[in-house]
């Protein structure tokens, strides 16, 4: 092979490499990054079925446990209330021990008597209510000698020897003597006797107990069979009846749950549902907290399956996933290759133009000749202009950056001019609406007064004119004369809208007493609405305003926030100092608990006459106290809190 022949092949194979790999890198880059974001989701659906199952396996067990309270709690009633159990009662003592005998063996019980109601311990909880005349059924724990005072056999049957334990908390204990007991009392109410049938089943070493809830559990094949599910109580974090084994035909009794299930479930009092260390193992679990008569967590009871068999299940298809992707790259590479043919003959004898050229042919002027001295033409201006192109890119970079940073800074200023400008805007357009309603009120008010004072004069002369007889109307004068003060009362702060300047003096005022004097003013409306009220008043230059003025807005407000509350809420005032447009000032924060102000009400809260209270007020209270703080020089505003609730803030200039 030439040395020509021996560089056309190697820069054609060059190029067939180059074209495989652009084609073949979405496949072989991106669909590995496809599977394993879809195993990734697919492997967490999956375990949030094994919860879900594994919840519905908690479920049954569950229902199990409540159905075998009930159960009991019935059929103890049902002996108590029996005529056979009434005739037992007056039988011989040796008669009356076999009848009870008999009943607990029927009724698969480890204990049952009768105790009077003047003996029967009010201690448990189930007790003390079949003592008030209804029955109950609990959970409760018993000591080694309340099992023993009962049946020695009970104690000996409840003792567990404690098997040191992977993963669990620490402990110095040996042993678990304690019994949980499915405890049950039913009321005995007859004339042959009054007290307390009381009956229990010892969950010790109850294997018959929790193999039928491991039976109703895993009757299914997917998660049950071959033991791999499982079923537990414990006492405490102690296994005191188990079909998880220990060995082939061990049960883990003694073994203890491990110290994360013990602190969520025990501790924290919830239900876990996740994958846990069990034993040997690990499982697919759920711990449900069990309490006794007093409501006190004293043990747990366990649904499980093993997780192995399902992690290599998805192992198993995952491995599977990733043999098919390699068998799709391995056949399309081949498979390109074989179409990419019609591309490669053009690139092969333009590349050959190419090699003579570079040779010194300068006479192939002609067909592929002249194609491969234009491209080279073309590569050298292209490289010319890309220089070209990279310097004024750079110029024009450098240029984009100043006139962003110039833009900025514009619109930095815009912004800050424009919201000056709007809340100055606000500020005209309140104080145009303002004088405007100002002086029809202050019309209406006084076109009020003269009528009002003829009503109230022919009422004093009607009342004159009656004498003794005005006894008998005396409720309908009543009324006239309360709705004519609250007319008055109205005309009043009409006129206070329209002429605050003649209802003020202004002078330096500390705040922190007039809110206090405040508070005292208005105490019989928070008490009596049940509100608690919480001030932060620390001491802050005077402002500027007359002290009557500031009480009016300061009551205002706080009347306002209570009648927001209702019947009970939490009522924040507080002091502190704050800039406003560069000004000095002190803000005064009301805030409430209440619903706070609806969106679509928010830009009329301060308008004259605005009320959300229909058969209250007049509206005027806010508009009142917004004119006489903007008299003063300041501003009030409002919001609300995110957490809920309206907030107010009084800003006034500090007194110069």
């Not at 311990?121 to 079949?130: E, G, K, L």
């Not at 003694?254 to 994958?275: F, K, N, Y």
């Not at 106290?625 to 009030?636: D, E, F, H, K, Y």
Request: proline letters at 4%; glycine letters at 8%.
């Amino acid at each position: 092979m030439t040395r020509l022949a021996r560089t056309r092949h190697r820069l054609v194979g060059s190029i067939r490499v180059r074209l495989l790999f652009l084609a073949l890198a979405p496949l072989v880059l991106l669909t590995p990054l496809l599977l394993l974001l879809g195993a990734t989701r697919w492997s967490a659906d999956y375990d949030k079925v094994l919860i879900a199952n594994v919840d519905s396996d908690l479920r049954i067990a569950e229902q199990y446990l409540s159905r075998i309270l009930s159960t009991t709690g019935d059929e103890l009633t049902g002996v108590a209330e029996s005529v056979e159990f009434a005739e037992a009662m007056t039988a011989p003592p040796r008669a009356r021990e076999s009848f009870f005998d008999a009943k607990r063996r029927a009724l698969g019980l480890d204990f049952l008597y009768f105790a009077p109601q003047e003996q029967a311990a009010a201690d448990w909880p189930v007790i003390a209510r079949a003592k008030t005349g209804q029955p109950a059924t609990a959970i409760d724990i018993f000591s080694a000698e309340q099992l023993y005072s009962l049946d020695p056999s009970l104690a000996s049957r409840a003792r567990v020897p404690l098997i040191d334990t992977r993963a669990a908390v620490p402990t110095d204990r040996t042993v678990e003597d304690r019994g949980m007991v499915v405890h049950s009392a039913a009321p005995v109410r007859s004339d042959n006797a009054n007290g307390v049938l009381v009956g229990g089943i010892l969950l010790n070493r109850n294997l018959q107990f929790i193999d039928t809830i491991n039976a109703l559990v895993y009757l299914n094949a997917v998660t049950g069979g071959n033991r791999q599910g499982t079923a537990t109580l414990f006492l405490d974090d102690v296994r005191v009846s188990t079909n998880v084994r220990l060995f082939e035909d061990v049960r883990a009794l003694g073994t203890r749950v491990s110290a994360e299930v013990r602190q969520e479930v025990l501790d924290e009092g919830r239900t876990w549902l996740d994958r846990a260390f069990v034993v040997n193992d690990w499982y697919i679990s759920g711990y449900l907290p069990l309490r006794d008569s007093f409501g006190d967590p004293v043990g747990m009871l366990y649904v499980g399956f093993l997780e192995a068999p399902f992690a290599a299940a998805k192992h198993r298809a995952i491995i599977t996933m990733l043999a098919a992707f390699a068998g799709i790259v391995a056949l399309s590479a081949p498979l390109f290759l074989w179409l990419a043919k019609g591309i490669f003959a053009p690139l092969e004898r333009m590349t050959q133009t190419m090699q003579r050229v570079g040779e010194g042919d300068l006479s192939a002027r002609n067909g592929a000749v002249r194609a491969s001295n234009e491209i080279g033409q073309v590569a050298g201006h292209l490289d010319d202009l890309l220089d070209q192109v990279q310097d004024r890119d750079n110029r024009l970079r450098a240029y984009a950056s100043d006139l962003t940073t110039r833009v900025e800074e514009r619109t930095a200023e815009l912004q800050e001019a424009n919201a000056k400008l709007e809340d100055t805007w606000r500020q005209l357009v309140m104080s145009e609406k303002l004088a405007s309603i100002g002086e029809i009120t202050a019309g209406v008010a006084h076109e009020i007064n003269n009528p009002v004072a003829v009503i109230q004069g022919n009422l004093d002369v009607l009342r004159d004119s009656l004498g003794d007889r005005a006894t008998d109307v005396a409720t309908e004068i009543e009324l006239i004369d309360a709705q004519v003060v609250r007319i008055n009362a109205i005309v009043g702060k009409l006129l206070q809208f329209a002429r605050p300047n003649d209802f003020a003096a202004t002078t330096a005022l500390d705040l922190a007493p007039v809110v206090t004097d405040c508070l005292v003013l208005v105490g019989h409306v928070l008490s009596r609405s049940g509100i608690d009220v919480l001030t932060d008043l620390p001491e802050v230059p005077q402002v500027v305003m007359g002290r009557g003025e500031m009480q009016q807005v300061v009551i205002n407000l706080i009347v306002n926030a209570a009648q927001a509350m209702g019947e009970s809420g939490q009522l924040h005032l507080s002091l502190a100092e704050a800039e406003r447009h560069g000004a000095a000032g002190v803000a005064l924060i009301v805030s409430d608990t209440g619903p706070g102000i609806p969106e679509s009400l928010l830009d009329t809260v301060f308008d004259p006459f605005f009320t959300t209270k229909q058969a209250e007020g007049t509206g005027l209270g806010l508009s009142i106290s917004q004119t006489l703080v903007q008299r003063a020089g300041g501003r009030i505003s409002y919001r609300n809190r995110p957490e809920g609730g309206a907030e107010f803030t009084v800003w006034l200039p500090v007194a110069g």
